[in-house]
């Protein structure tokens, strides 16, 4: 009887997997898209013009989303995944430049629900890792008297999938 559960629930997990073998590959699987931001911190204007690098880096697989695509996006002149506007100790304020799944237009991500300009603080936390928040961003940028200006960003390739 164990042996025969056992091979019900192998098989169940081999059809659990082939299932999602259907995610298509992207024809696109980079791309270069430039930005600039102006933003005033302390009443200096700072000009920030740059290209965000996007590129296909294979499928994943878990639970939640089962077999999906894995995209890898960073700013080209800082290898960052974000834009650091200011490290005060362990504490950085950063603001997103948008995200790689957007900018290959893969269908798993809306333009509708698209924001690309977010700001938000990274500190280190007890795991060695970062701690993302956007609670209570607009205090810290009232603190050090950040103010977005301006932000011009490319607009998303033209990729399908297959």
Known sequence: MKKFIATLFSL???????????????????????????????????????????????????????????????IKSSGESELILLEDGGLKLACGVGSPEYYMSDPTVSSEEYVPTVFYVMEPNDAGGKTYGVLGIESLLAQYKIKLISWKMSEPIQNSFE
């Open 12 to 74: 169940l997990m081999i059809l659990r997997f082939s299932s999602c073998a259907s995610v298509p590959y992207p024809q696109v699987t980079e791309g270069e898209f430039p930005f600039e931001i102006v933003y005033e911190m302390d009443g200096e204007t700072i000009t920030v013009t740059d290209v965000y690098v996007c590129r296909f880096s294979g499928f994943s697989w878990d639970t939640g989303k089962g077999k999906h695509r894995v995209w890898d996006g960073y």
